[in-house]
């Protein structure tokens, strides 16, 4: 089944709250800009005006000698040229934004409704207002840039510390959100691994609900580890309590019965519940086993020493040299023992009795993939998945022998321990295939 994929819990609440925060950041930016727009630039126009009437007064009480020093001074030290103002002068009015609307309204209050206003006269850019001196015509000319409104970069500072700072408010946010259900997260898989231990979580965390979930978390997991310790002990002891009255009964089998057959019957049927006692014994085995590099050849020979002088089995093997993987090699031969006596048993040709098991190993790219596969009638599709669940027992056709349904549950079991994963699955051409992808191993 295709896993389905996408942002994982901390980008998405990072990138909804990013989101929110940035946007609420240019909303209020804009507002506070709109708010003082008008402000600033009815400042801006009272300024100006200063600057005009102030001009009007100098130029009108200053000779014609005096009024060519004082336009010098005004444009060397104040950015301010004054000209005369012709009737054929080309004139282009103001930008028709809000800003210059009202810089343009409060001039002609101030100065007068007749009073022009440009931003180029003749080809020459600048703020241009007229003023009147007696029946002299004179231009004013300046810059906006000089007057105290707000720069491109100033802004820009301002938005990218917002934004920033947002950013990482959000990124704080989502991590606090993130970090206790990222704890059960983690604390959860334990729990699947088996490790009671290490799945405790923090039960005085601040927050009251949080809290809640962790008490009742670690609760939960106090009375699961209980159970499987109590479930463990009991069938250990059942399976151990059951074994001694069974060897008295092979050894008096062997000493009272005086028929041959019947002799062999009774102790192939004694053998049979002492296989199933085993059974039990290794699904109730604890989890408690360290992992090291193992030879997986090494542990496929020693397993192989007990199948290969049975007349109703005919194994064939293709193993890559040299393969190393992360297991133990107890655990490993369990494995490798169940599966291969499962297809011994449910996997004989209906013709021959024999029952033709392929056993394979190679290395992929990141695991080592151990396959044994027979060439009996299979599984329905529908039971594949429940091949592993414990005591199932698939149709009668592959459950001919007896047996305690625990094999490939403890297969399951041993796999997923050594964090390893189990597919079961029908061959094209009839039979069942038991393919384990094994974590490869180092050989230092």
């Not at 005096?66 to 000209?83: G, N, R, W, Y």
């Not at 510390?161 to 983690?186: C, Q, Y």
């Not at 109590?230 to 059942?238: F, K, P």
């Not at 290395?363 to 599984?379: A, E, K």
């Amino acid at each position: 089944m295709a896993t389905k994929s996408g942002l994982n819990l901390f980008w998405r609440t990072f990138v909804l709250l990013a989101l929110l925060l940035l946007g609420s950041v240019l909303a209020w930016t804009q507002t506070l800009n709109e708010l003082e727009s008008e402000p600033r630039a009815i400042q801006t126009a009272r300024q100006i005006a200063s600057l005009v009437n102030m001009s009007r007064v100098a130029v009108m009480h200053s000779d014609g000698i005096a009024q060519v020093s004082l336009f010098k001074t005004m444009k060397d030290q104040e950015a301010v040229v004054i000209k005369p103002r012709e009737p054929n002068d080309v004139v282009q009015a103001l930008k028709d934004d809000e800003p210059n609307r009202f810089i343009e309204a409060e001039l002609k209050q101030r100065l007068g409704a007749s009073t022009p206003v440009a931003q180029r006269v003749n080809g020459e850019p600048g703020l241009w207002i007229g003023f009147d001196i007696n029946k002299d015509h004179f231009w004013l000319q300046t810059d906006l840039s000089r007057f105290d409104r707000p720069k491109a970069r100033t802004w820009l500072v301002w938005l990218s510390t917002a934004a920033v700072l947002s950013l990482l408010g959000a990124a704080w946010i989502a991590g606090l959100i993130n970090r206790p259900l990222k704890d059960l997260s983690f604390a959860a898989g334990r729990v699947r691994e088996g490790d009671f231990e290490a799945s405790r979580l923090d039960e005085s965390v601040a927050t009251s609900e949080i809290r809640a979930v962790n008490i009742g978390f670690n609760r939960m997991t106090q009375k699961l580890a209980k159970i499987e310790e109590e479930r463990a002990v009991m069938l250990a002891g059942i399976s151990h309590d059951l074994r001694t009255p069974l060897a008295r009964l092979r050894l008096e089998t062997e000493l009272s019965v005086g028929d041959h057959t019947a002799r062999e019957h009774m102790a192939n049927d004694i053998a049979q519940l002492d296989a199933i006692i085993g059974k039990f014994l290794d699904y109730a085995r604890p989890d408690n086993v360290k992992f090291g590099p193992v030879e997986l050849n090494a542990a496929l020979e020693q397993c192989l020493g007990n199948f290969r002088n049975r007349a109703e089995l005919d194994l064939i093997l293709a193993l890559e040299p040299g393969l190393l993987v992360q297991a133990d090699a107890v655990e490993l031969q369990r494995v490798i023992t169940n599966l291969i006596e499962n297809a011994a048993r449910y996997g004989k040709s209906v013709d021959s009795g024999v029952a033709r098991v392929e056993v394979s190993a190679r290395r992929t790219d990141s695991t080592v993939l151990l396959r044994v596969r027979d060439h009996g009638l299979g599984v329905p599709d529908k039971q594949l998945r429940q091949l592993t669940t414990p005591f199932f027992r698939g149709e009668a056709a592959r459950t001919a022998a007896n047996g305690t349904g625990l094999g490939l549950a403890i297969v399951q079991k041993i796999v997923s321990r050594m964090g390893g994963t189990l597919e079961l699955s029908n061959a094209s051409d009839g039979g069942l295939c038991a393919t384990i992808r094994l974590q490869p191993a180092d050989p230092g």
